[in-house]
């Protein structure tokens, strides 16, 4: 009766809550006797806090306290990033008096109410000894170093045919080539619900809300920042209005909401601005590529050379792995190079942002694609079939599962990509040029190790499936909630899912496009030892009908147990007649498959079409097909949103998104929501999203791999492949604005 | 955000009365809570004018009358204005968003200051926040910024999209002070910011703008604007084309043509104008005017693209109208 619950359109459980209002996230908790805190952010680029004059602020109506280096709440170090500190810069707050980036934390004012405690951080004068900052990402490229290995691999690694002396060598050998520079801005992910921290102590330790993809992790990281015992913090983060990314590390300002809700004896709520997100919670970095491809006459393949540099924060931690995410294994080649460096900037701190590496990388691999299918005159479709890899280069492993070919031909058949026009700029309606493009996109199926869920069956006939994992709109809860429905034979409905709650059972969180691999796999595994734990109560309590029965006789189905002699009862009415309140048990995913036998990716192919005003260059685009190849899709109507999503994601990057900073002061020129442009609605097409149905059993039992940063890798390229087709104009500048356009 | 007294007037008079160097004056507050809020304007007192009437939609022999305190997106939906006046409804639709829209008045409008990111950043130096201090905008992010009407004190635009449409049509102001009432041309109502861009318009302490008034123009049926930005909606334009034509077999006998997100004030362009009249419309007629016009440009860093793209926005525009 419910075998269908699985890949069909089930609806977000938790939507009508959240269109209601009825959703709480951590802004919107008012605990009583709750204070308030604002940042102070440095206006300096880099230098030292010599004083902070506090005075004004005090006198000011409603202040209780005016933190800064110079009256610090203490901190603990000695944590740096690592698996079990989540950190998302390698500093303290307030610790020392330095000043490492434009927008950094100097101060917190908390008073009586949010709109006092702005007003005392207005009044907060801070001194400082400004030095220049490395700002200039242009000016820092030829300084960038190396970052040491990637993924395991040097961070130059050459995988070259026998008898190739280098990746020069066989791209001179090569008979046509393309390629270039490309370069991108600084991002921030800006999710609309702000970042926000509500910190409440009691004797039990405190009590910590906060949004966030992570909520053990952030319990773990704020408990050693606050020298707790680990016990005595606990992180809830029920809705998370979205995170990409920005909302994985912990910030400073949750450390410090944290200690001055200590220090003041009262829950203190710290909500940070869209504004102060563009220096406090972290950016994508800049990236300045490289790529360069050498084919023979019929468009194979001889050389893949990919250099990528980085910006990297001085305060860390994360930067774009650009070329090994993407050109080490996308095509078959007989001579691939890619290599990475870092410049390092004193920039906020550079943090995870869906697909990070996949989403500068693709870009740039996928753009130097086109410009080679254009000096070969074939079809990109064709030129990417023509250099198709069934084993990954220089390790020669397969994928767990692949159908990447697949997608790119229904996509072309969808799309109707037979009606391209080979010739760039010679396709006009009136004033409007118009063009086709297409990139191809993958991105690696990730599943963590040990993640642990838990499956209750309770009296009431219902169950509940909990994990520490979140949903920052990427419709966990509502996967989690079929997946163990249809486990258990159980409409969706009666199947709740419990998570944001550290002390559920172990989940790093919702990240790395990991989540349904790992939480679902873990959930179903939960769900069977559920049942047996079910079976074993039947035959054990001596006031049930199954007692004394073997366990091998007793058969669970459709939420209801069986056994020998017409023995039925729902385990509802079992557990109510033993008088028991429910029987729960844990269990883990499955450790994912040997690396030395399988790599796992997910794959899917973007057809775009676009049209360019012939007079002012304004870009349009008009519709998207994108087919995707994600292994078994456990409800494909959140699915197309997470595709849907990143498709947005992609445009942003094509044609809006970057973070203007001043070279001379480190600032972020456009540092707020009107300035730093992403799409609007008006901006976004039509999107048709196709999915493949080829469960991946080789990865896991389940089948399912990642889609939350699929739909963004690629994406950018299509259009602006299709940008070329329409105008014979190569901007390898993103993102692409009018006026790079014309002319 | 400072704390401030809240009072509203209950006559112009009673709004007078309250006025002071330390007051402002409150409509749709989509601009002044803003800038109270970044610490930009920081009033004493705030003096809520929305139940002084100053409302009506009205067409008469004169032309069309549009109470200051109408709202924008009333103002943009009205038939006749739709009809008579296409120009200001579409500057009015290309504005903001349907939620400020229907907060925002046609007085705040007017009035609504620039979005040079400095002015609205307290930790910078700008002379029209705080005279003297500088202007960063010369050499620092500028892509926004005006290429008509500069000063080495402030290179900043004036960003409102139905300025610039009231302008090409001659558009007045009514204004009413302590002193009395008063009317004038909206063109003149500007200032340039010379060496002083903290003063930006011609309004005497306590002034309130009552209404704007439109002359009648027959022409204006067949008038358009066009705002090149790049985003789709709800941004500022890069450029945008205010223009009214009267073309008949071919002929130009009459045109309007202002221009907005290149000039430190909306911007006319009456040698465009003159170059047009009397000639045949063509690409090649169009673009020599729209050239002739816009000679003077004078563009800064990051917003060279400007002078190129407004000249094809407007002979786009022109040719548009003209077909
Ligand atoms: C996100 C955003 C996007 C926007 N995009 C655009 C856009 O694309 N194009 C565009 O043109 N505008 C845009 N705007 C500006 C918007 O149109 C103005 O904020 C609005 O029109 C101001 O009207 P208001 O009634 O809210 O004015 P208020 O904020 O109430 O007042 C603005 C100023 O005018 C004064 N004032 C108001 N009415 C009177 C009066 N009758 N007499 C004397 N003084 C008065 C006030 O004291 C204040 O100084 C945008 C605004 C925002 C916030
Ligand atoms: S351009 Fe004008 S508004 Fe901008 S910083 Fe300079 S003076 Fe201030």
Redesign the pocket.
Known sequence: MTAEILGRGRARVEGPAKVTGAAKYAADLHPSGLAYGYLVLATVGRGTVTAVDAEAALASPGVLAVYSPFNPLKLYGGIVHSDQSFLGQNWLPLQDAEVRHHGQIVGLVVADTFEQARRGAALVRVVYDARPPVADFAAALPNAVSPGPINGEPDVLDLLAPGVPSIEAALAAAPVRAGGTYTQPPKNPVPLEPHATVAVWDQAGLTLHLGTQAAMPSALTVAAALGQDPARVRVLSEHVGGGFGGKLYTWAHPLLTAAAAQALGRPVKTVITHEQMFSVTGNRTPVHQTVELGASADGALQAVKHEAVSGLSTSGLIFEQAAHTTSRYLYKAPNIHVAQKVAMLDAPPSTWMRAPGEEPGSFALESAMDELAAKLNLDPVELRLRNYSTVVPGRGVPWSSKHLDECYRLGAARFGWNRRAQRPGSVREGDWLIGYGMASAAYPGNQFPYTMAKVRLRADGGAEVSSATADLGTGMRTVLSSVVAERLGLPGERVAAVLGDSVLPMNYGAFASAGTASTATAARAAASAAVAQLVQVAVQNAASPFHGLDPKDVVYAEGRLTGPGGLDAAFGELLTRIDVSGVEAQDGSAPPPDARNFAVHSFGAHFCEVRVHAWTSEVRLRRFTSVIDAGRIVNERTARSQIAGGLVFGIGQALFEGSVMEPASGRTANANL?EYLIPVNADVPVFDIQFLSHPDTNFNEFGARGIGELGTVGSAAAIANALFNATGRRVRDLPVTVDKLFG | MRAFEYAAARTPADAFARTTPRT???????????LMKLGVVEPDAVID?NGLG?RGIRLDRDGLRVG??ER?SDVAEHPVVAAEFPVVAQALQ????PQ?RN???I???L??RTRCGYFRDVATACNKRQPGSGCPAQTGANRGHAVFGTSASCVATH????AVALVALDARVELAGPAGRREVPLADFYRLPGDSPQVEND?RPG????AVAVPRLAFARRSTYLKVRDRQS???ALVSVAAALDVRNGTVRDVRLAVGGVGTRPWRLPLAEQALRGKRLTEATARQAVEAGTADARPLAFNAFKPALLRRTAVRTLLALGG
């Open positions: 009107a | 402002a004056y409150l409509a749709g507050g989509t601009t002044l809570v803003d004018i100053l200051a305190l924008m290309a504005s903001a968003s400020i907060m925002a008045s007085g705040g409008n009035l609504q960003a409102s999209d139905l309004l002034e309130l703008v009552t709800y941004e500022f």
